[in-house]
């Protein structure tokens, strides 16, 4: 059973940097998928990062790239999500995921496992 459990949200001003970590266990599959996705209060929620574990590629929305890095730590089993240059509308609940299954997708509905969500505000 994956069990995910995210850490590392909190309040920064514009132009600073957060890194949110989600710890996981219990995925057992060679090929997986990790996504990051965040909701803000009266929107959908939309992928911010999602990265392929069988092709270790990563695809980012356009709003986070190159401010953005989605990783893992297999030693730990840990995923990461560090970001900077952080605006305002980043502000959001965020969310990590995993899917099992090598092929990746970004829209939440493909992903099955999910952590609780970590609050980030950029004020």
């Known amino acids: 059973h994956v069990q995910l459990v995210e850490s590392g949200g909190g309040s920064v001003q514009a132009g600073g940097s957060l890194r949110l970590s989600c710890g996981y266990s219990?995925?057992?599959?060679?090929?997986?998928?990790m996504g990051w996705f965040r909701q803000a209060p009266g929107k959908e929620r939309e992928g911010v990062a999602a990265?392929?574990?069988?092709?270790?590629?990563?695809w980012y929305a356009d709003s986070v790239k190159g401010r953005f890095t989605a990783s893992r730590d297999d030693a730990k089993n840990t995923l990461s999500l560090q970001m900077n240059s952080l605006k305002p509308d980043d502000s959001a609940m965020y969310y990590c995921a995993v899917r099992l299954s090598s092929v990746c997708y970004n829209r939440a509905e493909t992903f099955e496992y999910w952590g609780q969500g970590t609050q980030v505000t950029v004020s």
């Open positions: 990265h392929s574990t069988g092709s270790d590629s990563t």
């Open positions: 219990g995925v057992t599959f060679s090929s997986w998928c």
